[in-house]
């Protein structure tokens, strides 16, 4: 691309990476009802977090996220992007929608190359030493590392990491608590995946718990 829309696109792509860096917490909206998960992801955001990602699973994901879309004024942040991108097809669906970032849980080439094309940042999800190499080597811009908690949480994070050099940064991933994010955030990841640990009984306390998640975040 050339001109004003690469300009446009290429700034996006850096908004959301210094919205990582400024705000590390990837708010996930995966509710099965979507209605729900409107509500999270306007709860997520009323609160101050710069990265929501609408996954798939979501009824009419695509269709939410271009509601949130229309619903921000101007552009971001805050940012909209989409989960659970396993496929080529729902890669294109997801850059159909506008969305701003792209979130998979396993490593795949064709994604990545429609991230690259598309100038979305991309997080590319991966467990193994081959497969963080494997995503580092397709241009991952931040690796999830997914999913921790089954293989050893932290423990695991700061042992894999160890021998594999210098690869992108990684986000942790895979379901855990609030509290966790310190444990996480010394083993060496630099942003955390969290969603339904954000919310309260009311907005209230999720308000509270967001604030909590944004400090330890942080460091």
Do not use: C
């Not at 097809?89 to 970032?101: K, L, N, P, Q, S």
């Not at 429609?114 to 991952?140: F, K, N, S």
């Amino acid at each position: 691309m050339n001109g004003a829309g690469s300009d446009t696109l290429t700034s996006r792509k850096v908004g959301v990476r210094e919205s990582v860096g400024r705000a590390p917490i990837v708010a996930v909206v995966r509710d099965r009802d979507t209605e729900v998960a409107a509500g999270q992801a306007a709860a997520f955001l009323r609160h101050g977090l710069e990265l929501v990602e609408v996954t798939f699973t979501v009824p009419g994901a695509t269709a939410l996220v271009r509601r949130l879309l229309a619903e921000r004024a101007g552009s971001g942040p805050p940012w909209i992007g989409m989960g659970t991108v396993t496929t080529p097809e729902r890669a294109r669906a997801a850059v159909d929608a506008g969305a701003e970032f792209l979130v998979t849980p396993n490593v795949d080439a064709e994604v990545a190359a429609i991230a690259r094309e598309a100038d979305l940042y991309l997080v590319m999800g991966a467990l193994t030493p081959t497969e963080l190499v494997a995503a580092h080597r397709l241009g991952a811009d931040l690796i999830k590392v997914y999913p921790l908690p089954p293989v050893g949480g932290p423990g695991y994070l700061s042992v894999v990491r160890q021998p594999l050099g210098d690869l992108a940064p990684m986000l942790a991933g895979g379901g855990f608590g609030v509290e966790e994010i310190p444990a996480y955030r010394k083993a060496g990841a630099v942003a955390f995946g969290l969603g339904t640990p954000l919310l309260g009984a009311d907005d209230e306390e999720t308000g509270r718990r967001i604030a909590r998640a944004l400090e330890l975040a942080r460091g």
